[in-house]
């Protein structure tokens, strides 16, 4: 199973990224549309679901 750290590693970002992205907070903590949409379809890609994190 992929973690956060493989989706960062992937996206080319941090783990914190990611975690704030995959917990809806991508847009309150000013992360560009781009970004969330990259780390979103690579979490898919990855077959990684909101139930699969923590």
């Known amino acids: 199973m992929p973690t956060i750290k493989d989706i ?3 996206a ?3 783990i ?3 975690s704030i992205v995959l ?3 991508g ?3 000013k992360i ?3 970004t969330q ?3 979103f379809e690579i979490a898919h ?3 990684l679901c909101a139930e699969s994190i923590g």
């Open 8 to 10: 960062a590693k992937a």
């Open 12 to 14: 080319d970002v941090s």
């Open 16 to 18: 914190a990224t990611v």
């Open 23 to 25: 917990n809806g907070k």
């Open 27 to 29: 847009k309150e903590r």
């Open 32 to 34: 560009s549309e781009e």
């Open 37 to 39: 949409k990259r780390i």
């Open 45 to 47: 890609a990855m077959n």
